[in-house]
């Protein structure tokens, strides 16, 4: 399954850095609809998913949005790397500091923790991908909030990048959702979880 490159899927070269903008942005580490979220999400789907095929999308976008947990991570490392005491309390990132120093800690714009609670795996294929359009329609959306609170090219380039794969697993998923309906009979689409129920149910 896995096939390891010592390098970015897409470079992030930040020469300025800048606290109050990885505040924001290490929302898409780990806050509710983030990279690490995603990843655990399509990872955890796929060993209930029936068809084979759709277990090949899940995991190939589970494992592209780990790339991109890289990418969010290395982003905010290169915008709070160097920073000095009075820059860390000027931009109020003193908060996140006293708990993790610069280190990177899966957390929400808010401050709220990681939590599991963040995503669903559901064990019907209907509902997941349904729930998995919804979280990169999500994952979109955020990314467009942060370019509208962020105007440095350096960063605003990797964030438009991310944000343009997120369209593109949305659109992956719904080539998903199509396959499982197709392999179902239209008028029980949510009458039957075909990986759970041996029958169709009438």
């Given at each position: 399954?896995?096939?390891?490159?010592?390098?970015?899927?897409y470079?992030?070269?930040i020469?300025?850095?800048?606290?109050?903008?990885?505040?924001?942005?290490?929302?898409?580490?780990?806050?509710?609809?983030?990279?690490l979220a995603?990843?655990?999400?399509?990872?955890s789907?796929?060993?209930?998913?029936?068809?084979?095929?759709?277990?090949?999308?899940?995991?190939?976008?589970?494992?592209?949005?780990?790339?991109?947990?890289?990418?969010?991570?290395?982003i905010?490392?290169?915008?709070?790397?160097?920073?000095?005491?009075?820059?860390?309390?000027?931009?109020?990132?003193?908060?996140?500091?006293?708990?993790?120093?610069?280190?990177?800690?899966?957390?929400?714009a808010?401050?709220?923790?990681f939590?599991?609670?963040?995503?669903?795996?559901?064990?019907?294929?209907?509902?997941?991908?349904?729930?998995?359009?919804?979280?990169?329609?999500?994952?979109r959306?955020t990314?467009?909030?942060i370019?509208?609170?962020?105007?440095?090219?350096?960063?605003?380039?990797?964030?438009?990048?991310?944000?343009?794969?997120?369209?593109?697993?949305?659109?992956?998923?719904?080539?998903?959702l199509?396959?499982?309906?197709?392999?179902l009979?239209?008028?029980?689409?949510?009458?039957?979880?075909?990986e759970?129920?041996?029958?169709?149910?009438?």
């Amino acid at each position: 399954m896995w096939n390891y490159e010592k390098r970015l899927q897409y470079p992030v070269k930040i020469s300025t850095p800048n606290a109050k903008a990885a505040k924001v942005i290490i929302t898409q580490f780990g806050g509710p609809d983030g990279e690490l979220a995603a990843s655990m999400r399509y990872l955890s789907q796929r060993y209930t998913m029936p068809y084979n095929e759709v277990v090949g999308v899940l995991t190939d976008i589970g494992t592209e949005e780990l790339a991109h947990m890289e990418i969010v991570c290395a982003i905010v490392h290169q915008l709070t790397k160097g920073l000095s005491i009075d820059e860390i309390k000027a931009a109020g990132f003193d908060t996140y500091f006293v708990d993790h120093t610069l280190a990177l800690w899966p957390q929400a714009a808010s401050g709220t923790p990681f939590s599991s609670t963040f995503f669903q795996s559901k064990g019907d294929p209907i509902t997941d991908l349904c729930e998995d359009m919804a979280a990169e329609q999500k994952a979109r959306t955020t990314y467009d909030n942060i370019l509208r609170l962020v105007n440095d090219p350096e960063i605003c380039d990797p964030i438009r990048w991310l944000r343009k794969r997120e369209i593109v697993h949305f659109q992956r998923f719904g080539e998903a959702l199509r396959i499982v309906q197709d392999k179902l009979d239209s008028k029980n689409f949510y009458a039957f979880n075909p990986e759970f129920d041996k029958c169709k149910m009438k």
